[in-house]
């Protein structure tokens, strides 16, 4: 009933507009517009056609390639670009997981009158407001195989416990380590011509658990937002209904949240598909490739190696594997737009 | 977030075992969250002989400012270039959002709402996709390798964002205030000056602090575009101080913690504002 005023309003406005004023919006929007044209649906155009080129030395040439995929053929057979996709996968996995996971927890935790709520808060989401840089040169200290975690492991009598059952000692080579985890290619046909093993490479680990550190706070408050948007009168219905602790999580609260756990995984799931900075900043490609992934490619191929069209070939890959995960959530934001 | 009525109050519903569990999951994460800003911090103190491998975690043996002083004589040019790009830039692509925003919220015409989202687009895109073109064109206009070249950089690609805050502020302030200016006889023009932007400022807030954090932190375009180390941003010199196989951690540490500092202050003075504007990124603001 409330609403009802709305669109009557919004009828006025249509009738007071004067002519010609719709066109002075579009002159003061057209700046804004043209630049986003430019720099990104024109130079994406651009990025297409050096990726199809002969480009690849210092000096320009945008002569087409023959056959014209000729370099996302060459991409594609490359160990190292495929290494890279299955980096990206097995990340984008550890990484979603654990983030919902660690959000999810933590929101729940403080889903309640409790001392220091907003302290902790700000604790949790505070690697957020830092530089993937920063966060990338502290967590390669940290991941230091010979001191840093394995020190604290070793500080913590855990070596000692497992020494005394006659156990290995733990202490991973964790960035060092070029090892991968598990052959799914092995088993699994159609995949036995790839260049690569498709499995966890253990490197990665580590870089998953600062990514983790980093924004699992973004998506506690995520959830925190939208268990606030849970009216009391759904809980309290709950409560009156006999349903208590933890099943009002589990039966009503948990399944309300997934609109909300669908929004992390988008942004987040973007976010650790173009990830750049942190690996460069902490692992760089790793022990073979183990931790490489499309964005430290494109950028060795491009600045380093002058090779611009297998550069920018790979660089359309990456866009086509957020657009894969974006362009569906914008299309959905526009038809909620009216 | 604002109201926390007595119903949640958790107590009644999970007993002594959950709130004991609770305990241990916040203590637990406090620690994993605090670990690094420990380490970074400590050992930022440390003198570079004290910076062993078996005393990682201990406190400085005494502390020094030695590491301070030595990351800052080497990053202070690259911590003054990144307040050079990062206000203005922050400052440019915030004024711009505001007009956008108000355009695409108060006077939407036919398709306004497609070349809104053809906009947001730019947002989530990997800027490897640009580059290329970008440092050409920078180059064509002779601005690679420039402040004011990079500046637009970030005003341009930081556009989708702040265009979406401040259409989704402007969009819950009442038509009926535009009515009134109209009424006045305002356009377009004189009721965004005289109406909107003086309602602006929290979004202006939340837009300044969001932008200036994410420009901040910006590495690639810093990186890719300006070639001189010594006017690199603060991000990409910081990384250059870890290059190199005898890294002193110290030093290091030091310019981490110099490197973090301004967006850290910010996030623990305004974080309120941080997240909203951290909301309204994600589009459900």
């Given at each position: 009933?409330?609403?009802?005023?709305?669109?009557?309003?919004?009828?006025?406005?249509?009738?007071?507009?004067?002519?010609?004023?719709?066109?002075?919006?579009?002159?003061?929007?057209?700046?804004?517009?043209?630049?986003?044209?430019?720099?990104?649906?024109?130079?994406?155009?651009?990025?297409?056609?050096?990726?199809?080129?002969?480009?690849?030395?210092?000096?320009?040439?945008?002569?087409?390639?023959?056959?014209?995929?000729?370099?996302?053929?060459?991409?594609?057979?490359?160990?190292?670009?495929?290494?890279?996709?299955?980096?990206?996968?097995?990340?984008?996995?550890?990484?979603?997981?654990?983030?919902?996971?660690?959000?999810?927890?933590?929101?729940?935790?403080?889903?309640?009158?409790?001392?220091?709520?907003?302290?902790?808060?700000?604790?949790?989401?505070?690697?957020?407001?830092?530089?993937?840089?920063?966060?990338?040169?502290?967590?390669?200290?940290?991941?230091?195989?010979?001191?840093?975690?394995?020190?604290?492991?070793?500080?913590?009598?855990?070596?000692?416990?497992?020494?005394?059952?006659?156990?290995?000692?733990?202490?991973?080579?964790?960035?060092?380590?070029?090892?991968?985890?598990?052959?799914?290619?092995?088993?699994?046909?159609?995949?036995?011509?790839?260049?690569?093993?498709?499995?966890?490479?253990?490197?990665?680990?580590?870089v998953v658990i600062a990514a983790v550190w980093q924004l699992?706070?973004?998506?506690?408050?995520?959830?925190?937002?939208?268990?606030?948007?849970?009216?009391?009168?759904?809980?309290?219905?709950?409560?009156?209904?006999?349903?208590?602790?933890?099943?009002?999580?589990?039966?009503?609260?948990?399944?309300?949240?997934?609109?909300?756990?669908?929004?992390?995984?988008?942004?987040?799931?973007?976010?650790?598909?173009?990830?750049?900075?942190?690996?460069?900043?902490?692992?760089?490609?790793?022990?073979?490739?183990?931790?490489?992934?499309?964005?430290?490619?494109?950028?060795?191929?491009?600045?380093?190696?002058?090779?611009?069209?297998?550069?920018?070939?790979?660089?359309?890959?990456?866009?086509?594997?957020?657009?894969?995960?974006?362009?569906?959530?914008?299309?959905?934001?526009?038809?909620?737009?009216? | 977030?604002?109201?926390?009525?007595?119903?949640?109050?958790?107590?009644?519903?999970?007993?002594?075992?959950?709130?004991?569990?609770?305990?241990?999951?916040?203590?637990?994460?406090?620690?994993?969250?605090?670990?690094?800003?420990?380490?970074?911090?400590?050992?930022?103190?440390?003198?570079?002989?004290?910076?062993?491998?078996?005393?990682?975690?201990?406190?400085?043996?005494?502390?020094?400012?030695?590491?301070?002083?030595?990351?800052?004589?080497?990053?202070?040019?690259?911590?003054?270039?990144?307040?050079?790009?990062?206000?203005?830039?922050?400052?440019?692509?915030?004024?711009?959002?505001?007009?956008?925003?108000?355009?695409?919220?108060?006077?939407?015409?036919?398709?306004?709402?497609?070349?809104?989202?053809?906009?947001?687009?730019?947002?989530?895109?990997?800027?490897?996709?640009?580059?290329?073109?970008?440092?050409?064109?920078?180059?064509?206009?002779?601005?690679?390798?420039?402040?004011?070249?990079?500046?637009?950089?970030?005003?341009?690609?930081?556009?989708?964002?702040?265009?979406?805050?401040?259409?989704?502020?402007?969009?819950?302030?009442?038509?009926?205030?535009?009515?009134?200016?109209?009424?006045?006889?305002?356009?377009v023009i004189g009721i965004f000056l005289r109406?909107?932007?003086?309602?602006?400022?929290?979004?202006?807030?939340?837009?300044?602090?969001?932008?200036?954090?994410?420009?901040?932190?910006?590495?690639?375009?810093?990186?890719?575009?300006?070639?001189?180390?010594?006017?690199?941003?603060?991000?990409?010199?910081?990384?250059?101080?870890?290059?190199?196989?005898?890294?002193?951690?110290?030093?290091?540490?030091?310019?981490?913690?110099?490197?973090?500092?301004?967006?850290?202050?910010?996030?623990?003075?305004?974080?309120?504002?941080?997240?909203?504007?951290?909301?309204?990124?994600?589009?459900?603001?």
């Open positions: 009933m409330a609403d009802i005023p709305i669109p009557v309003t919004e009828t006025a406005t249509k009738k007071v507009r004067f002519r010609g004023e719709s066109t002075v919006a579009k002159l003061l929007l057209s700046p804004s517009l043209l630049l986003i044209v430019l720099f990104v649906y024109g130079f994406i155009g651009m990025t297409l056609w050096v990726s199809i080129s002969n480009w690849r030395s210092s000096t320009m040439d945008l002569s087409l390639s023959d056959p014209i995929m000729g370099v996302y053929n060459r991409l594609f057979s490359m160990s190292r670009f495929q290494t890279d996709l299955r980096n990206t996968l097995i990340f984008t996995i550890l990484f979603l997981l654990l983030s919902v996971l660690v959000g999810l927890t933590l929101a729940l935790a403080l889903d309640r009158r409790i001392f220091g709520r907003s302290v902790f808060r700000n604790i949790f989401l505070f690697p957020y407001a830092l530089s993937f840089i920063v966060t990338g040169v502290s967590w390669r200290w940290i991941f230091n195989p010979e001191t840093g975690v394995n020190l604290l492991i070793d500080n913590l009598g855990i070596n000692w416990v497992l020494r005394n059952l006659g156990l290995p000692e733990f202490s991973p080579a964790w960035l060092t380590t070029p090892e991968v985890v598990g052959d799914i290619g092995a088993w699994m046909p159609g995949l036995d011509g790839l260049k690569t093993q498709i499995g966890i490479p253990l490197a990665l680990v580590p699992s706070g973004f998506a506690m408050a995520m959830y925190l937002a939208g268990l606030g948007a849970i009216s009391d009168d759904v809980r309290e219905a709950a409560q009156l209904d006999g349903a208590s602790g933890w099943r009002i999580y589990r039966d009503i609260i948990i399944p309300l949240l997934r609109p909300i756990t669908i929004s992390i995984l988008i942004i987040l799931g973007h976010v650790s598909l173009k990830i750049f900075d942190l690996i460069f900043a902490m692992s760089g490609s790793g022990p073979g490739f183990a931790t490489d992934v499309p964005g430290i490619f494109v950028y060795e191929q491009t600045f380093r190696a002058t090779r611009y069209n297998l550069g920018a070939a790979a660089s359309i890959i990456m866009l086509l594997l957020v657009s894969i995960v974006i362009v569906p959530y914008l299309a959905r934001t526009l038809k909620e737009l009216d | 977030m604002a109201s926390h009525p007595t119903s949640r109050s958790g107590q009644s519903r999970f007993g002594g075992v959950g709130n004991i569990l609770i305990i241990v999951v916040l203590t637990v994460a406090v620690l994993f969250y605090l670990m690094p800003v420990y380490v970074m911090i400590i050992t930022g103190f440390k003198a570079t002989a004290d910076v062993s491998l078996s005393t990682m975690w201990n406190l400085p043996a005494s502390f020094t400012s030695d590491g301070y002083r030595d990351a800052w004589t080497r990053l202070s040019p690259n911590l003054a270039t990144s307040f050079k790009l990062t206000i203005p830039a922050t400052i440019l692509s915030g004024l711009l959002g505001a007009v956008n925003g108000y355009l695409f919220s108060k006077w939407k015409f036919r398709g306004s709402d497609i070349l809104f989202t053809v906009l947001l687009f730019g947002m989530f895109i990997p800027y490897q996709s640009i580059l290329i073109p970008l440092i050409r064109f920078l180059d064509f206009i002779n601005l690679y390798g420039t402040l004011p070249g990079l500046i637009i950089v970030h005003v341009v690609y930081g556009l989708p964002l702040t265009t979406l805050i401040f259409r989704n502020y402007f969009t819950n302030i009442p038509s009926e205030l535009l009515e009134a200016a109209r009424v006045d006889g305002d356009g109406i909107m932007l003086p309602l602006s400022i929290p979004a202006f807030v939340v837009v300044g602090i969001f932008q200036f954090t994410n420009i901040w932190n910006d590495f690639l375009f810093g990186l890719t575009i300006i070639t001189n180390p010594k006017s690199q941003p603060i991000t990409v010199a910081l990384n250059n101080l870890s290059g190199g196989f005898a890294v002193e951690w110290n030093v290091l540490m030091a310019g981490a913690v110099i490197a973090a500092l301004p967006t850290a202050v910010i996030y623990i003075l305004l974080g309120r504002y941080f997240i909203r504007g951290m909301l309204a990124g994600s589009m459900k603001g």
